[in-house]
């Protein structure tokens, strides 16, 4: 599940990530190896979701956590694909890989997920 941004960001009092968590400048991105950026194409991912108990957080490319959202389910996430390596190895992702390696840091492609589900 992504969340709004705000509330992520613990503003008006919402919960979010402790204040201790990881920041995107001068890191890489855990599933593509681009180096992220610190602004808006930046999220937080929990690699096990919340509503399963997670409660890590890694910086990664907003592109990248929303194609991990759009082919697998909550609980795929919290059962086997909570490993990277076993997430890079599914087809869908390796494929989503090898297009996005050749993006620039800051892309983000909001039409993409949309087109997919619509049948485009």
């Known amino acids: 599940m992504v969340v709004k941004r705000r509330l992520r960001e613990g503003h008006d009092g919402q919960l ?3 204040p201790e968590a ?3 400048a001068g890191s890489l991105c ?3 190896g681009r180096r992220l950026l610190d602004d808006a ?3 937080l991912h929990h690699p096990v979701p919340r509503s399963h108990g997670g409660r890590a957080v890694v910086p990664m490319h907003r592109v990248c956590h929303q194609k991990i959202h759009s082919v697998f389910t909550e609980a795929e996430l919290a059962t086997t694909y909570h490993d990277w390596n076993a997430l890079r190895a599914h087809p869908a992702i390796a494929d989503f890989i090898r297009w996005i390696a050749r993006k620039p840091p800051g ?3 909001r039409s993409r997920a949309t ?3 619509r049948g485009r």
Do not use: E, H, K, V
């Open 16 to 18: 979010g990530p402790p």
């Open 22 to 24: 990881p920041t995107a």
């Open 30 to 32: 855990p599933l593509c």
């Open 41 to 43: 194409t930046t999220d």
């Open 107 to 109: 892309f983000y492609d």
């Open 115 to 117: 087109n997919a589900r």
